[in-house]
């Protein structure tokens, strides 16, 4: 297997990046206090939360969250779903008004069944042709350069991503991210790049690979495999940035596996706390932390107990972060 080696600067359609690992994106994960807290670990572009156009249209408070960005958090891409092109068009309008980013992102590959009973998500896999209108319509639309997510295809007997592949180019689109399982798959069993070789080179976009994405020489050999062009990072980059970091460096030619200490790691969970109570209200920060914090600690002997300890704290802000203190001297000692 032949080595291969990526240019830098790297672009997609018109805008230029400093690296080829994409943070993916994550439904209560990759808001931006997330997205701040992994960049300087190797990001070269981040992805917002999935955005239904509905929500946009219809003028959802917490849809319009999602649209927040910082002077940090750029280049940036928000990731839209739909399945009704008359409101797709009206959401990227309001969009290009209200939000600052750089890349429109589709998706269609969410196999959530409330995604996908609505026609969207990864639904779309099942209709190529009228996926093409549906694209080449957004495209000429709007002012940013248009990207895709898909699956291989709908289950083992419609793996049809290279006819969804051509579809989606030939509309228009400036990247395609493949995720490596089957819609019926959903996030179960294992990412099967064998069936994506050689494609990136046959493909006149870049192709960006996704799913499983755990380990660098792993990653390495999915991207030497599949011709990929950039990487994307997603649940197994969820308190660990040190894995972002590796990949970043793996992309540059530069193989570094770096140590993982317990106090190293509280220290990233003090950070990204941090951002979260800058950020959020209280009572809002509260819970969406308790639900990431623990991952920060889940490869390390007694880490059961400190995820425990966080599961079971009840109060406040302050509490977590005067108990991470704690964890984080004790392991000094």
Not at 123 to 144: C, F
Not at 193 to 212: A, F, H
């Amino acid at each position: 297997m032949s080595d291969i080696r990526f240019p830098y600067p790297a672009s997609i359609g018109d805008v230029s990046l400093d690296g080829r690992l994409i943070l993916g994106p994550m439904a209560g994960v990759t808001y931006l206090p997330y997205r701040e807290f992994m960049r300087p670990y190797g990001i070269a572009l981040s992805v917002s939360e999935m955005i239904s156009d509905c929500g946009i249209v219809y003028h959802n408070q917490r849809t319009f969250e999602y649209f927040a960005s910082s002077p940090s958090d750029h280049p940036f891409a928000l990731q839209l779903f739909g399945s009704q092109l008359d409101k797709t068009l009206a959401a990227i309008a309001i969009l290009e008004k209200e939000a600052q980013y750089e890349i429109l992102d589709l998706n269609f590959g969410c196999p959530v069944p409330k995604v996908t009973k609505t026609g969207a998500g990864s639904s779309w896999l099942s209709r190529p042709e009228e996926l093409y209108s549906y694209v080449r319509a957004i495209v000429l639309a709007s002012h940013k350069p248009v990207t895709a997510k898909i699956r291989l295809g709908i289950d083992d007997k419609h793996l049809n991503f290279r006819e969804v592949c051509s579809a989606l180019i030939e509309a228009g689109v400036k990247m395609i991210t493949i995720h490596a399982r089957t819609k019926s798959q959903g996030y179960s069993g294992y990412a099967r790049y064998e069936l994506l070789k050689d494609l990136g080179p046959q493909i006149s976009v870049p192709l960006c690979i996704s799913g499983d994405i755990n380990d660098p020489v792993k990653a390495k050999e999915a991207m030497q495999l599949t011709g990929a062009s950039f990487l994307m990072l997603a649940r197994y980059g969820v308190g660990d940035p040190l894995l972002a970091k590796e990949l970043s460096d793996m992309l540059k030619g530069e193989e570094v596996k770096y140590s993982r200490t317990l106090e190293e790691q509280t220290g990233f969970a003090l950070e990204y706390l941090e951002k979260m109570k800058a950020y959020f209200d209280p009572k809002i920060a509260f819970p969406l932390s308790k639900g990431i914090l623990p991952k920060f600690f889940h490869f390390f002997p007694g880490g059961k107990k400190i995820r425990q300890e966080i599961v079971e704290l009840t109060r406040n802000m302050d509490d977590m972060e005067i108990l991470l203190k704690r964890i984080q001297k004790r392991n000094h000692l």
